[in-house]
C-alpha cells in the first residue's frame, strides 16, 4: 500500500489479529468466484459450516449462522436474535471486549448490567451468580462472557460461568464470545452448556477479517423465535435456507468462505489438540520472556494471576512515564514488528503481543528478539527475555 | 472445491456478479495483514474512500461509509439510518432487486410504498411523481430506485426519479442502488441529485462480495441525526471517525480492501470513459447475438425496450416448455459456462447473461459460442448469434 | 510489464507454447524454496521424475534427467551425450523444427544427413530407411525425429520410422522430440521402441519455460558412456546421482519443478486418455473453422493431410499479399488473442493457433471468434468459421 | 509438497541460496506467459538486461547473456565460450566452490592450474600473481576468482586478482564469479577490471533457481570470438541477437524473468546502498551471535580473519564428536530452520547460515534464537549468542 520506502523480508505481525495469512489460505482468496447456482458454492458452504461445527463443540440442534461482517456483526447478530429493545442482559466485566459488547448492546437499546472488573483479573462468575439471583423477575434474558477478553488477555472460565448460572437456578441463556479463544485453546459448546457462541475468521482461524459466526443452540433459536424485534440482516429465521443466497442474506462473501475452507484444513491436517499444544507452548515462551524482562526493569505482567493469562495474546503492563505507543512505534518502523496497544481504558498503560494463529517458535523468538532490542533501543530497562525463551523452547523433549 | 474430476482452463463466469477477479485483485486479496494501529491502514482506507468517491460523483459534504457487508448490508444501513421502523418509503417498482429492497425495509418495520412494475419495462418516475403529490403529509422519507436491476436487466433513467419528486414538491431524499451499475455506466450522484447511493464490490467493481459502501449526502445524514431508532453496526454517526476501527465499527475488512484498492487502480488505468464504452460495446455484441438468437426461433429479449436494456446483464426470455435451469446446468457442466436464472417471480421465466466488469471481446465470444453451443445441444431453436457478434466486433474502427 | 494502457481480461494464448499456467500451477511457482539438503526437495524430485517417466512410458533400465534448460537445452543434452563431434546422425525434414535440431547438431560439430521435407506433409520414413540401407558403415548414430514439428503443425508417425531403422537392420538410435506433443497426444516410448524422448515443460505441461526432460533408454545410455567427448552441464553420467545437487547439475529448479509437480497432478486428475480426448476435440473445433474460413476465401491448411494435422498447433497459409503479421499483431492488439507467426522458411507465409493445454471449449471458440473478427477487420475474405465450430461442439453427447 | 504432518509459519530459510520469495516476486512467477512475438516480452527482456548490467556495474562494450540455467550453466557459459578443450585457465583457491569450477572446467577438456587453499583463508592473490610470471608461454587464457565462495562463508578481494594479473603483465581475462555477492555486496565489473562476471537469481537476487547470467567485457568477447571449439546453447556470438528467441537460444524463461523484473524493482526502491548496508548490518548481528557461543562453548567461526568473511553466509566449525548433520536436521524438523551444510571436503566439519536476499531485524533473531535453541536441545556447549545479536542491533542509532 505504500509505495515509497520498501521494507524488506516477513512483517512480523503480533497484534491478536488480524493474523498471519498462510500461503494456502492466501492463495484460496483469490480463487475465482463461482456463479451464485454453481452447486460447488454449495458445497464449500456446508463444508465450513461443518468444519466450525466441530470446532465450537455444537452439538445435535444446534444452528450455524455466517455472516458477511466483522466480530461485532457477529455480537449483533447475537443481541438482536436474542433480546428486543428494552430488555435486559448481563455483561461479566474481563476488560474492554466485555465493556465494548456491553456498550453495543446499549447502543441497540438493550438493558445492560455489568459485573464488576478488577483490573488484572478474570471475570467474576460469583458475581454474576449473585445478580442472577436477586433478579427475581428473571428479566435478564441472557449472560454475556467473553471466553478470551483480547483488551485485557485474560481468559475466564467458561464452567463457572454455567455453573453460576445453575446454582441461580435462572434460565438465563449464556452467550460467549470466543472470537479470540477459537482454534486457541480448548472450547467444547456442548460440554460447556453453552447456549451462543460468537466467533470470528481473522483470529486463529488464520482468515482475513470480514468474516463472522454464530452457533445457536436449540434454547437459543426458541428465544430468537419468541423475540418480536424487527429485523433482516441478522436474522436467523429469514437464513434457515438451503439457499445459499438466503444464508447469506444476499451474495455469500465467497472468496473468504474458500479462506476459510484452506483455513479448516489446515488445522484438520495439524490435529486439533496439536493446535491447542502449540499455542500453549509459544504462549509459554511469551510469557517465560515477559517475566525475564520484569525482573530486570520497569515492565509486568498486567494480569496478575498466571493461570488466567490467554494463549492468545500477553498484555504488558508499562509504568507512568514509559509511552508504549513510541515503543509500538519504533518496534514497527525499526523492526518490522506490529505490537498492539491499549483498548479503552487501558491506552496508554499497556501493550499487547498477539501470538495466536499461524505461528511456530523461530516466529516468536524472532518477535521476542526485536522487542528486546526495541526495549533496548528505547532505553526501557529490562532483564533477559529472549534467552528465556529460547531456554523454554530448546529444553530436551 | 470440488476436488473430483478437474475442470480445465477458465471458468466463464457469466453471472452479473460476483464477477470475474483481475490478477492484480487476485493477489492483492492474499497480502498479509496489518495491525490496526499501522498508519498504512489509515492510508489504504483513505486511498479507497476518495476512489470511490470519484466513482460515485461524491460532492462536498457527502460522506462515505464502508460495511464489512453484502450489498443487503448495505440496504440495510440506508434503511435503518434514514428510516425508523413505522416511518414510510417509497420503492419504484423495476424487477426483483427493487421488490427485495422493499422487503427488506418491511422486514425492518418500515411502511413501504410500491409503483407497479409492467415486466420487462423500466421504473415508471410518473407513477412516483403521482404518489408524491398524493402524500400531502410528506409520511414518504425517501424514494428507492435500483439503478440497474440485476434481476431484471433493466435500467432506470435516475434523472427522471429526480425531476418527479422536485415536480411534486416533496422533500423525500432519493436513495439509489448502483450495486450493478456503478463503474459499468455513467453515474454522478452529485449532477444527478442523489442524496444517498450504495454500492457493492462484487460487480463491476471485480473485488469478491463481503464490501459495500453507502455515499450520504448532507441532507442525508441530517435526517440520519434525527432518526431515533437504535442502531449500532450500520450507524453512520458512530462510524464517523479517523479511527478506522470505528469506522468499520470493529475489525476493517483489509483484504477486501486491499482488493478494492487494486480494483480502483485498474479502472483509473483503463480511464472511467473507456470502461464505459467498453461495457457498452460488449453490451452491443451481446444483444447482437439475442437478436440473432431470437429471429431463429423461440427466445427473445426480456427487456422489450433497447434503450433501456442494461450494459451490466442481458435477460433472455425462454417461452414455456423450455427449462432455462436445465440449459444453465448444460451450459456450465458442459461448456464452463456460468449463467444466471431468474430470481423471485421470474424463475423458470427466463436465464441471465452477465458482462460486466473485467471482460474483453473474445471473452464475450467465447460466452455467446458456447451458450450457441448450449442451445444447440439443448435442442432450443436459435437463429445464428456469435456470428452477429462477430460481426459487431470485428467493424472496422 | 507494460504499466501504461491497461488490456481487461483474459489474454488468449494461443501460440504452441508457452501455454496459460492453470491456477494451481502458477500458485506452486510462487511457494517458498527449500534448503537443497530438505528430504522434501529430493521427495519433490522424485514425484516428477515418477510423472513423467509414466508420461514418456519409460519402460524399466530407461533414466530420466531433467535440466534448468529450455526444449533446445535438451536437444543439447541429447547431442552431446550421444554423439561427439565429427560423428554422424540423421534428421528427419518435418518442418522448422527439424531444421533448427539439425542445425543446433551442426553447430555443435556434428555430421547431420537430413531427408526432404515436401512443405506441408510428414516425415517421411521411407526416405529414413533408404538412407540407413545405404550407409553401409554405420556412421549414422542416431535418427532424430520431431513428434509434432510446432513450426509446420505436423505429427509425424513415429512406429514408422522405427519400423523404417528396423526394416534397414542399421543400430541408429531412435530419437524423438515430444516437446509439443507430450501430453497432448498419445505417446509411449516404450511400446514405439523409442530409444531417447525429449519434452518440456511449456507445452501441453502449462509450466513456465526453463524446464526440460530427456529419458534415455538402456542402449542409449550405453551409447553415451562410450561417448568420448567432454561435457559436464548435460552430462548423463554426472547426473546419475541420489544428491539432488548432482542431479541438476546446481541448483534444481525447485520452482519450475513445483510448478511441474502441480501439473502432473491435474493431468492425473483428468486422466490422461481425457486430456488426449480433450484436446482431438478442441483441434477438430479449430480446423472445422478453420475449413470455414478457407470455403470462403483465402485462407488454407498449410499441412494439406488432414491425417497427420496436430492436435497442439493448427498452421494456415495465407497467400501473397497478405500479411500474417499484421494479422497477428491486430488480434493481439484489438482482440487480446496471441497467435504465433512462421518460422524459419515460412516467416510471412503462414500464422498458427496453438491449442494446447490448459483449454477448454469456450476458450478455443472464443479464440476462433476473435480471429474471425480480426479476418473481418482486417478485410481478409473468409466463410464462416466459427458457426462450424459450435456446430461441432454442440453436437449430442 | 508433503502432504502429510502440517509445519505451521514461516519455514527460515538460512541455506546461502535459494533464498525467500519476496511476495511482490512469487507473485510476478505466476503471471500468464506471452506469446513469443509479443513486444512486451521484448521489453521484459531488456529491462532485466538493464537492470542487471546497472547490478555489474557493466560499462559501455559490455555485453549481458543470460540462460535459462542455474548458476553452474552460466560456468560453463564462461568456460565453453572462452577456452577450448586442450586450453589453460587458473583457479584461485578459496573453497568448495573455486574447487568445484576447476572440476567443471576439466570436465570440459580444460587444463587447470590452481593456486592452493589454506583452508579458513581468502584465495591467494600474490599465488596467482606467481603462477602468471612463470606463465611465459602465457598458456593461461583467464584467472578465475570466486567472490564470495558461499561453500567456505571468505569473500576475496577482486582488486587484488586485478593487481596481481597487472603487474604480473600477463594477458589472461579477469573472471570472477559474484553469484553468493551481488546485490549484497559492492561489486563493480566496471571500476574492478573485471572482464567477465557470472551470476544467477537464486541468491540475493531473490529469484528461484533456473535463470543466471554472464556479464563479458570486449576484450572477453574477442577471445570467445576467436575460440573455435564447437559450441551452441551457451554460444554468445548466436545470442547476440534482438530476437528473444535467439537471445535464449529457444523459449526464454519468461516466468523467471519476470520474477527477476519484480526483484529488480525491489532493489532498486530499497536503493542499492541501503541493501547493502542491510547485509553488512545483519552479518554483524549473525556474527555477533556466534562469536558469543564460541566463548562458551565447541563452536568457532571457520574463516579465521574476520575482515574477509562474507555478508552472505557465515560458516561454523564444529570440533569432532559433534555432528553438524544431526543439528541441521533438528533445527529443520524441531525448529522449521533450515540450514547448510559443508560441501565437498568439509562435509560433517561446518554448518552454514546463510543471510542474504529479502531478510531483516526479526527474521534473523529469530533464526538465531532458534539455532540457539537447537544447541541447546542438542546439548552443544555455548554461549549467550542470540543476547549479543540483540544489543548489536537493538544500539541507539
Known amino acids: ?66 455472516y458477511a461482517a466483522n466480530g461485532h456483526g457477529a ?37 445492560v448490567q455489568r459485573t464488576p472488573w478488577p ?43 454455567r455453573a453460576a448460572i445453575d446454582a441461580a437456578g435462572h434460565p438465563a441463556l449464556l452467550v460467549v464470545d470466543v472470537v479470540a479463544s477459537l482454534a486457541a485453546t480448548p472450547f467444547d459448546m456442548g460440554a460447556l452448556g453453552v447456549d451462543v457462541a460468537i466467533g470470528a475468521a481473522q483470529k486463529a482461524l488464520m482468515v482475513p477479517p470480514g468474516l463472522s459466526f454464530v452457533a445457536a443452540g436449540a434454547r437459543a433459536l426458541q428465544v430468537a423465535e419468541r423475540n418480536p424485534a424487527p429485523r433482516f440482516y ?56 515477559v517475566a525475564g524482562w520484569a525482573e530486570g526493569g520497569a515492565l509486568d505482567f498486567f494480569v496478575r494471576d498466571a493461570a488466567v493469562r490467554s494463549v492468545s495474546v500477553t498484555t504488558i503492563a508499562v509504568p507512568r512515564g514509559i509511552d508504549p505507543e513510541a515503543l509500538r512505534r519504533l518496534a514497527r518502523e525499526r523492526f518490522q514488528i506490529g505490537l498492539a496497544g491499549g483498548l479503552g481504558a487501558l491506552a496508554g498503560r499497556i501493550f499487547r503481543i498477539g501470538h495466536l494463529g499461524d505461528l511456530n517458535a523461530p516466529m516468536v523468538l524472532g518477535c521476542l528478539a526485536g522487542v528486546e532490542a526495541a526495549l533496548q533501543a528505547s532505553g526501557i530497562a529490562h532483564g533477559p527475555g529472549v534467552a528465556r525463551a529460547v531456554q523454554l523452547l530448546g529444553a530436551p523433549q
Chains 1, 2, 3, 4 share one sequence.
Open 234 to 289: 441478522w436474522d436467523w429465521q429469514r437464513r434457515r435456507s438451503p439457499l445459499n443466497y438466503r444464508k447469506f442474506c444476499g451474495t455469500a462473501p465467497q472468496n473468504l468462505l474458500m479462506g476459510l475452507h484452506a483455513a479448516l484444513a489446515l488445522v484438520e491436517a495439524e490435529g486439533l489438540p496439536n493446535v491447542f499444544a502449540r499455542h500453549r507452548l509459544l504462549a509459554q515462551a511469551v510469557q517465560a520472556a
Open 119 to 161: 483490573e488484572g483479573h478474570a471475570a467474576d462468575a460469583g458475581a454474576v451468580e449473585e445478580l442472577l439471583r436477586a433478579d427475581r423477575a428473571q428479566a435478564v434474558l441472557a449472560v454475556f462472557v467473553v471466553h478470551t477478553d483480547t483488551g485485557s488477555g485474560v481468559t475466564n472460565d467458561i464452567a463457572a460461568f
Open 1 to 66: 500500500m505504500n509505495p515509497s520506502p520498501r521494507q524488506p523480508g516477513v512483517a512480523f505481525l503480533h497484534a491478536p489479529g488480524p493474523t498471519r495469512l498462510p500461503p494456502s489460505v492466501a492463495q484460496a482468496l483469490g480463487t475465482q468466484p463461482m456463479e451464485l447456482g454453481d452447486p460447488a458454492l454449495d458445497g464449500l458452504i456446508a463444508n465450513c459450516e461443518q468444519g466450525l461445527a466441530r470446532l465450537f463443540g455444537a452439538g445435535p440442534g444446534t444452528e450455524l449462522f455466517l
Open 75 to 111: 455480537w449483533e447478530a447475537a443481541i438482536t436474535n436474542l433480546v428486543a429493545p428494552g430488555q435486559c442482559v448481563l455483561v461479566a466485566g474481563s476488560g474492554p471486549f466485555a465493556e465494548a459488547w456491553a456498550v453495543h448492546a446499549e447502543g441497540l437499546g438493550v438493558q
